[in-house]
Structures are given as structure tokens and as C-alpha cells.
């Protein structure tokens, strides 16, 4: 059945939370605490399509305890961000990129595709009725769209009724040191996906799966986990949340391949397309945990680093497993790890010219 046109209607907000509530809210900083006022939806049935697009108050959902998704995990999300301007410009960093990742993502979990013009118009729609949320400063209005089975069925099969949604937080920092160069943790128990598997979709299930091995990380006082891989459990894939890039003494920038078991991550694509630009010479190859730390001991790794919506660009210092750690150069924030980090937020936050068109104006 053709999809018809949405119509989104606003259901207007009766106690939108008060000016200096809000704003202790935002200089509260961190992440993920805080929530907006409003949040959009849209459902989707068997026979219907995508229905119901309404721009309403946030709330908790009222779900049937049958509902497929508490019980198979079919769910996936996106994370993005608005950002404020210097001039007030609210804007976007590559959405249409979460748009075409999200329906990636729903093609794998045997869920309806959303249009890209409706996944645009739904965070744009939230944005502007939120806009007040956004922070100024190094702040921004981290966006979370997300879809989930809400059919009440407990037949394993793809749902005949999904929920989209987008909420939005507003954000500082990720990691609680703030920019300073993070510990991170190679778990050689636990790995995150295999192939075939559901590593490249950005769904829920992935993340569940992680906690255990992120646990241990904290555990170890460090930040992040990374994954290697599952088969040989040598190959560094990627971190809980974050992809990862290696920099050699000659200048090369070394990142995992998009094997079909990482996330593709949009930080990375846009960072690889920086670099490429500078003429540093680019290895999208698997680099070994072995490789990893032999490259650290001859002082061949410059600097590591990890990057993501949600934590930008993040220095790595230091490296923690089962049998020891060692530094990264002298465990500070190397310079092209601060160049990109600059470049890539001076773009997002309009202090830089965009010529590649990635910046959308809300
Ligand atoms: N890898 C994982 C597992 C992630 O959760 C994320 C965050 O979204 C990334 C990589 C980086 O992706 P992006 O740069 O699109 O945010
Ligand atoms: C993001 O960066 O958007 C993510 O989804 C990662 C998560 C750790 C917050």
C-alpha cells in the first residue's frame, strides 16, 4: 500500500517546564539526564503504514506488557545533535546520514522503513518546539529517534505494529573528565558481535549485550570498553559507544574496516573524509590487539582516539586488560587528535565554512 502523506499534528504542551527550572537543567551539564518537554511520534500498522504523526508532550508510553519489544528486543535508535551558533543558528550535523543508518538498521531487524523527509521533518519538528533547550556554549541537544515493536503479541515474527519516536537532552560532556584523554579497556572475555550478526545496526540489542564487558571496564577504573573480534578474539573492532582510529609516526591513520560487525559510525565517515582532504594517508584495515601494543612499546602509535555523536572526538591515554596496560605516547591529547577534535566541532558549531553541505539549518 502506498504511503500517504503525514500530516504532524501539534498537540500543544498545557506546563511546558518554567525558564530557571529549565536552565538548571542545562548548567547541570552531563549526559542523558535531563529531557525536553516535548517528544514526537508516529505509529505504524500492518495494512496502514506510518499514521499518527504528532508533536506532543513528553511522556511515559502506555505499553502492554505483551508488547514484542520487552520481550524480542526489536528496537533500533540514532543519536544526533542541534547545535546553537554563534549567530543563534540552530542547526544539524549530517541527519540525513542518521536517516539512510536508521532504515539500514530497520532493514535488519525486519522492521518498516521510515521515509528520510519524515525522519528529517520529525527532529526538525522537535527541535524548533524545543529550541529553548539547546545550550549555548559546548553544549548541544542530543536527539534520540527511536523505533520499537508495540504489537501485544508473543509470536516470534516481526511485529505488525511499530512506535517511532524522537526525545531530545540536553548534553555536555560525555565522559565525566570532560575532555581529558580517557582509560579505555580491551575485554578479551566478552565480544560484541559476530558476523552475520547484528553488529552494524544500531540496535538496542547490541548495547544490552555490551554492559557486562563495560561493566568490568569501570570495574578496572576505566571509561570505555573495546571490543575485539569474536571469531580469533585478536582484531580490534570498536569501543562501547564509539569507533576507534590509531595514529602512526608517519602520519598514516589507521581505523577499523566496516566489516559488517562495527557501527558505521558517522563521526568516523566525516573525520576520514576530513583527513582525507589534508592528504594523510588512510588504512581502513584490521589492526590486532598484538599490533596494538608492540606499535605503543617501539613508540610507533602516536596517538589513539575514539569518536562518536555523543563523545566527539575523545583522546585515548591509557590501555587496560587482563594481563597489564600501557600508555599511549605520553597519554595526552595528541595533535591530530586536536586538530580533527577542532575541525569537526568548528564545522558542527558554525565557526567553520561548510563546503561539503553537511550542515542543515533548522
Ligand atoms: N560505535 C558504536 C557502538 C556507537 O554506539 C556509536 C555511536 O553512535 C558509534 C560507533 C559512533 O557513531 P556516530 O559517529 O554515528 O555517532
Ligand atoms: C551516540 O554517540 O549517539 C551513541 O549512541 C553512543 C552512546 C554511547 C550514547
Known sequence: MPQQPLQFTHIPHPTPTPAAERQALLDRGGFGTAFTDHMVTIEWSEGQGWHK???????????????????????IFEGLKAYRGADDAITLFRPDQNAQRFNESAVRMAMPTLPEAVF????????????????????????????FASEAFLGV???????????????????????????????????RAAKGGTGAAKCGGNYAASLVAQAQAYE???????????AEHQWVEELGGMNIFFVMDDGRLVTT???????????????????EEKGIVIE???????????????GKLKEVFACGTAAVVAAVGRVKFADGEFQIADGETG?????????????????????RGWVRRV
Open 53 to 75: 504523526a504528532e508533536l506532543r508532550k513528553r511522556e511515559p508510553f502506555l505499553l502492554d506488557p505483551a508488547a514484542a519489544v520487552l520481550h524480542y528486543a526489536q528496537e
Open 120 to 147: 528529517l521533518e520529525a527532529v526538525e519538528a522537535l527541535v524548533k518546539a524545543d529550541k529553548d533547550w539547546i545550550p549555548a556554549g559546548n553544549g548541544s541537544l542530543y536527539l534520540r529517534p527511536f523505533m
Open 157 to 191: 515474527r516481526p511485529s505488525h505494529h511499530y512506535t517511532f519516536c524522537v526525545i531530545a537532552s540536553p548534553v555536555g560532556d560525555y565522559f565525566k573528565g570532560g575532555a581529558k584523554p580517557v582509560t579505555v579497556w580491551v575485554s578479551q572475555e566478552y565480544s
Open 220 to 230: 578496572q577504573g576505566c571509561d570505555q570498553v573495546v571490543f575485539l573480534d569474536c
Open 257 to 275: 574496516p566496516l566489516s559488517g560487525t562495527i557501527l558505521p559510525g558517522i563521526t568516523r565517515k566525516s573525520l576520514l573524509a576530513l583527513a
Open 284 to 298: 581502513e584495515r584490521p589492526y590486532s590487539f598484538a599490533e596494538w601494543q608492540a606499535d605503543a612499546q617501539s
Open 335 to 355: 595533535p591530530l587528535t586536536l586538530r580533527l577534535r577542532e575541525e569537526l566541532t568548528g564545522l558542527q558549531r558554525g565557526k567553520q565554512a561548510d563546503t
